[in-house]
């Protein structure tokens, strides 16, 4: 997950002595001891310290805040607003939106020294090496060529496999064949051991703040204990207007987690059947960019719509990364952040994905 970028430490030095420790900073909710309805919002107070214990005066820290029901039977969960004051503290809002124990999760994702850090190597070009394969199965050549993520000045135009897709603001570009036209091109895979050059631009300093205590630590809340929260008169999601399809505007994304199904608070959202996922995607082409977590949607979807899996489409682990659904011409694409790959379908496109630089 990118650490979001806050105005108010675009200008802020680094100062390791300043660092946030988990250990130290305080998180405790304010009004207690009021009585809490669904509906109502919870509030809580961060106060960042350092590993002395002394207060940090500066914002910038990454965290991840939820609610969880305490009643695991519900399977009830919820994300928090964090505000930044830029010095130090933080307030976190959580919108109530069940009834029953709630327990409050504060993880220290990143310290804001550590957000700078990561900030400065996304400006860094080209900082991973990824090499692809072109083949030509007919004459059985091969070749295998360095791949760019970003614009590389010192390789000509003529000697380019430009492969970019600006509407997607996706650049890949590799070193053209020398007897193999850029069509050729196959698979592409990130270069493991080229994770020594990307080290290169960190100092030992730096390196510390990637591992733990610094790196997505749970905060102690007080109070520990669940807090209760009684139930009110609201209306319910069958009385709410239908969610539309812009769930920015509609504010369908503000909501809640009830075991696998998404509640939102302010629009009704629409259950799909996995008849009603079939007929949508049919002649659909879908893609589904990005890492782990899209691999997991990728699956799922697999297992809710039949798929026929492509065996020259598997990646290194043998899963696949491409899978056609003839009967219905349902296509999906499937891509992942550490790999790069091209898949050719007949009669469809020809896909190139860029993972993360």
């Known amino acids: 997950m990118e650490p979001p970028v806050q105005p108010c430490l675009l200008n802020q030095s680094l100062h390791f002595d300043q660092t946030t420790y988990p250990t130290y900073t305080e998180v405790f909710v304010l009004n207690r001891d009021r009585l809490y309805r669904k509906g109502d919002v919870l509030t809580v107070k961060v106060v960042a310290r350092d590993k002395e214990g002394r207060p940090k005066t500066y914002g910038g820290d990454f965290f991840r805040v939820r609610l969880v029901s305490s009643d695991r039977s519900l399977q009830a969960s919820s994300a928090g607003h964090v505000t930044d004051h830029c ?3 933080y307030t976190v809002q959580f919108p109530l939106y069940w009834v029953g124990g709630v327990s409050i999760k504060i993880q220290l994702v990143h310290p804001s020294e550590a957000v700078k850090v990561l900030q400065r ?13 072109f083949e030509d199965q007919k004459t ?22 430009d492969f970019s897709q ?6 890949w570009i590799c070193e053209k064949p020398e007897k193999l036209p850029c069509s050729a091109i196959t698979k592409c895979q990130w270069y493991y051991k080229g994770i020594t050059r990307v080290l290169g631009f960190v100092s030992e ?13 749970e905060l102690d809340v007080d109070p520990k204990e669940p807090i209760r929260v009684l139930e009110t008169e609201l209306p319910t999601p069958e009385h709410l207007p239908a969610c ?3 769930t920015r505007e509609s504010g369908a994304s503000l909501g809640h987690w009830s075991g696998k199904v998404w509640k939102s608070a302010v629009c009704n959202v629409r259950v799909f059947t996995k008849e ?11 893609y589904m960019q990005g890492d782990s977590t899209i691999r997991q949607w990728c699956e799922r979807l697999q297992k809710v719509v039949p798929l026929h899996n492509d065996d ?7 899963l696949p990364i491409f899978s056609l659904r003839l009967t219905r011409t349902l296509l999906v694409n499937n891509t992942f952040s550490n790999k790069q790959h091209v898949q050719r379908c007949p009669g469809y496109f020809l896909f190139l994905t860029k993972p993360k630089n």
């Not at 190597?121 to 394969?133: A, E, G, S, T």
């Not at 059985?140 to 496999?161: E, V």
């Not at 300093?205 to 630590?217: I, N």
């Open 87 to 89: 010095n130090g503290t």
């Open 121 to 133: 190597l996304r400006q860094i070009p080209n900082k991973r090496v990824f090499y692809c394969k």
């Open 140 to 161: 059985n050549s091969k070749s295998k060529q360095q791949c760019f993520s970003s614009n590389n000045p010192s390789l000509p135009p003529h000697r380019q496999c």
């Open 166 to 171: 600006p509407e997607a603001n996706g650049t």
């Open 205 to 217: 300093a730096e390196k510390k703040l990637s591992k733990k205590p610094y790196l997505e630590t």
């Open 244 to 246: 539309t399809g812009n």
């Open 276 to 286: 009603d996922i079939r007929q949508c995607l049919a002649n659909k082409t879908v």
């Open 312 to 318: 020259r489409t598997m990646d290194s682990d043998g």
